[in-house]
């Protein structure tokens, strides 16, 4: 794979005349009489699980609440995507208007923070989509999965060939998605050959730190001019344009 310069991104301040600009990935948004177009963005995090946690269906129900709450205190931003709960980690894809994906990151952050019982621990930005031209999920759901004996990796992996191998597993499972229009996105992840990432490449990834981590993503985001460029990164590759 050829090297590719690694950069760093973070909420973008969208003007209008950009928002304006960008109608290809606009959404027209429509509830009851009212409309509005939104601007679709992409997050896609992961976080490591506590070795004491019993029951990990606790993170789903969690996260379906707080996609209920997000409902309702955004009624026209539709949140689509999907939480795979492996045994010693997460991965969550949330699509939906900016406010939705920083309240979901300010969650995750205060679940970290929990003195007792926390849901789970270390976690990562890995990927930020602004304007995606579409959504890969019609809808949001979650998955439990059992242990995975993972893609045999390379000591010397580089974290872009990591999020490539994420990406690249999320554009499969997309275009089996468009197949099968109708089905729970959970539940396509059984019936598709290899649909989701490995467990262990999402590990290896929470060691990374050229990945920012959700604490660091606010603060760049609530101090947009005090951005350090030194203060992080996230990866840019030719593959991730496909995703």
């Not at 809808?139 to 490539?164: I, N, P």
Request: net charge negative; proline share 5%; hydrophobic share 40%.
């Amino acid at each position: 794979m050829t090297p590719h310069k690694i950069s760093r991104i973070s909420f973008e301040n969208r003007g209008p005349e950009e928002e304006d600009s960008a109608t290809v990935s606009m959404l027209d948004v429509r509830h009851g009489e009212m409309s509005e177009r939104i601007v679709l963005q992409r997050l896609i995090v992961i976080a490591r699980l506590p070795p004491d946690l019993a029951d990990r269906t606790e993170l789903g129900a969690h996260h379906k609440k707080l996609n209920f709450q997000l409902s309702k205190r955004y009624i026209l931003d539709h949140m689509t995507g999907l939480l795979l709960i492996y045994p010693s980690c997460l991965l969550h894809v949330i699509e939906s208007s900016r406010d939705v994906l920083v309240s979901v990151l300010r969650d995750l952050t205060e679940m970290q923070q929990q003195p007792d019982g926390a849901l789970v621990g270390a976690s990562k930005v890995v990927f930020m989509a602004h304007n995606p031209q579409s959504r890969i999920f019609h809808q949001w759901s979650y998955k439990v999965l059992d242990a995975d004996e993972g893609k045999r990796l390379e000591e010397e992996e580089s974290t872009e060939a990591l999020v490539c191998i994420l990406l690249s597993a999320l554009q499969k499972l997309g275009e089996h998605l468009q197949a099968s229009q109708k089905a729970v996105p959970a539940s396509v992840v059984d019936r598709t050959p290899e649909p989701s990432v490995s467990q262990t490449v999402l590990m290896k990834l929470l060691t990374r730190d050229e990945l920012l981590t959700p604490q660091q993503h606010l603060q760049m985001f609530n101090s947009p001019l005090n951005i350090s460029m030194g203060a992080g990164q996230v990866v840019r590759s030719s593959c991730l344009s496909t995703v």
